[in-house]
């Protein structure tokens, strides 16, 4: 870290940044495919008989999904007010 | 004591001007994707983002006076050195938003202060260490930054619900969009009306209104949070347009990924002590979200011209402001802030109705893209 560039702080927001930028759209997505049977005119077969129907499993994973994506939210309002 | 209080209330009135331009400047950056989308019809975006960043801007103040203070050796700063940087600002922010690029409203700010600066100190009076540190190379490495992050949310995004239909995920994203956008106005507005919320309280602590080290008054925070509000809503659909439209074609998932990643990226670095160009990154991210989508369109010829503007925003905003120094300095005493002040009236008149046509309105900010920030004129609509 030297006074011209922190890169100390650098690391820290691409770590942050990746988990909560890419990782948070990513398990709204996962959230999102748990709640969808897979398409039905679709007939790619690989991984479409796994699931036939959106059983009380994936509807409570999905929940779990979004409940950490609120939460991040939660967490950046935070981040803001905190900053004062 | 009289000239004083005249000039440090064109100084106040100036710098929500400003406010009211970086409103306005930046709303694209948090709304853009999601106008684009039909995620928000276009007024609502705006209205929503506008009461976000009306909010933002009560939410915290800590970082307001911050902006001059790092920079340029504040007892060198007097009422129409600030006066001039703000002329400067505002000039090329206008300038930019007529020609529909997404530039950075702080890089306009610092530039145009810095420039009036060194007009009326030399340039001794800029850290240039400071300079470099906190706002050079922040802006550089953002946009990659905010870039690469967007490009790895929209690749997993699409990936992961490659098997929904694509009614379900556009569906589906579209909320996500409202909500990772309204993260992007409300950090919007807690970082930028901070800005001139410190310019304010430096014209004030330099005209002796304030000690030094004084914290904003509550007028000042109220004025500059409603003159953001005032500018989101009003809405710059030239640069929406540019950034929705023209950079990248974008679907729901790009637009809730891109949109999180610059509510990530900014937010994180605030939380590290960075103020960042919220313009550089939502455009980093927007490009990263065109990158990580298998056939995405990116149109680099648009990505290279606002990079261009990025890179003269700082330079060009420094000349207006010591222009405008010199010529206030010129003319002397209160007569030459007025007489500058009208000219940046005139000026800021000048462009709105050149912007008239043709108009970009919220009817036709989302028309296919033909290659230039206004839409093919309609039939009906040639000229008004």
Redesign the interface.
């Known amino acids: 870290m030297n ?4 890169l100390n ?2 690391w ?3 770590v ?11 398990l ?3 959230g ?2 748990l ?2 049977p ?2 039905p005119p ?1 007939p ?1 077969g690989q ?2 008989a796994q699931r036939p129907t959106v059983g009380p499993i994936a509807y409570a994973l999905a929940g779990l999904c979004f409940a950490v ?1 609120l939460a991040a ?1 939660g967490w ?2 935070s ?3 905190n ?2 | 004591m009289t000239g004083n209080d005249a000039v440090l209330a064109l100084v106040v009135v100036t710098a929500l001007g400003f406010d009211f331009t970086n409103g306005f400047h930046d709303t694209g950056n948090a709304m853009a994707t999601s106008i684009v989308t039909g995620a928000l019809p276009p007024r609502v975006a705006v209205g929503v983002s506008a009461v976000l960043n009306l909010a933002g801007a009560f939410l915290s103040t800590a970082v307001a006076a911050t902006i001059a203070s790092g920079l340029v050796n504040s007892h060198d700063v007097t009422l129409t050195v600030v006066f001039a940087g703000l002329t400067g600002s505002i000039l090329w922010n206008l300038a930019t938003w007529f020609l529909g690029i997404p530039s950075s409203s702080s890089h306009a700010l610092i530039g145009g202060v810095v420039g009036a600066t060194m007009a009326a100190a030399g340039s001794s009076a800029v850290k240039w260490q400071g300079l470099v540190s906190k706002v050079i190379v922040p802006a550089a490495l953002s946009p990659f930054i905010a870039g690469a992050i967007a490009t790895v949310g929209t690749y997993l995004v699409y990936r992961l619900t490659r098997d929904v239909s694509e009614r379900t995920r556009g569906h589906g994203f579209r909320i996500g969009q409202v909500g990772s956008a309204s993260m992007v106005s409300l950090a919007h507005g807690t970082n930028d009306a901070q800005k001139t919320m410190g310019v304010i309280t430096l014209a004030l602590i330099a005209n002796g209104t304030l000690h030094t080290g004084a914290k904003s008054p509550t007028w000042v925070i109220a004025s500059c949070a409603v003159a953001i509000a005032l500018g989101t809503y009003i809405g710059g659909w030239r640069v929406i347009r540019a950034l929705g439209k023209g950079l990248v074609e974008i679907e729901p998932p790009q637009g809730m990924a891109s949109e999180s990643a610059s509510a990530a990226v900014i937010l994180s670095s605030t939380d590290f002590g960075y103020s960042l160009s919220t313009t550089h990154v939502a455009t980093g991210s927007i490009l990263g979200a065109g990158v990580g989508k298998k056939d995405g369109e990116v149109r680099w010829h648009i990505a290279r011209r606002m990079v261009v503007a990025w890179l003269l925003t700082l330079p060009a905003a420094a000349l207006v402001g010591a222009l405008a120094y010199w010529a206030a300095h010129g003319i002397g005493g209160t007569g030459g802030v007025v007489v500058i002040f009208v000219v940046l009236v005139l000026a800021s008149v000048a462009f709105f109705l050149a912007s008239r046509h043709p108009a970009v309105t919220p009817e036709n900010v989302n028309a296919a893209w033909t290659g230039s920030v206004h839409p093919a004129p309609d039939s009906q609509e040639v000229a008004s």
């Not at chain 1, 942050?16 to 990513?26: E, F, I, R, S, W």
């Open positions: 006074s011209w560039i922190n702080a650098l820290k927001i691409v942050v940044g990746l988990l909560t930028g890419a990782g948070l759209p990513a709204f997505a996962i999102l495919r709640l969808t897979p398409a679709t790619a991984a479409a994506v939210i950046g309002i981040v803001i007010v900053h004062s």
